[in-house]
Nanobody, 117 residues
Framework: QVQLVESGGGLVQAGGSLRLSCAASGSGFSINVMGWFRQAPGKQRELVATITSSGRTNYADSVKGRFTISRDNAKNTVDLQMNSLKPEDTAVYYC???????????WGQGTQVTVSS
């Protein structure tokens, strides 16, 4: 079992920055993909960014050029640097981890990000 604990959410004005962090613990197997999803009120959960253990990244079009995902494989942590934030970035952000050998997905409890206009 993998536990994911997020931190770093909060309230920021449009144009500002926030950094989200997520730490994974309890894993006895490889975590191949880590990333972030978000869910705004009344909307489905959507991908924000993912990063593989080899450093390959994938971003939603809506955040390209503004958000940067990074990972520390030794510490099993993943960060999301969010710049030039917009009100439409307001959502609960969830940390995500996927293990290829076990084909299991894991989710954090979520952290609120609110961007005021």
């Amino acid at each position: 079992q993998v536990q994911l604990v997020e931190s770093g959410g909060g309230l920021v004005q449009a144009g500002g920055s926030l950094r989200l962090s997520c730490a994974a613990s309890g894993s006895g197997f490889s975590i191949n993909v880590m990333g972030w999803f978000r869910q705004a009120p009344g909307k489905q959960r959507e991908l924000v960014a993912t990063i593989t253990s080899s450093g390959r990244t994938n971003y939603a079009d809506s955040v390209k050029g503004r958000f940067t995902i990074s990972r520390d494989n030794a510490k099993n942590t993943v960060d999301l640097q969010m710049n030039s934030l917009k009100p439409e970035d307001t959502a609960v952000y969830y940390c995500y981890a996927y293990s290829v050998p076990t084909m299991r997905s894991f989710w954090g409890q979520g952290t609120q990000v609110t961007v005021s206009s």
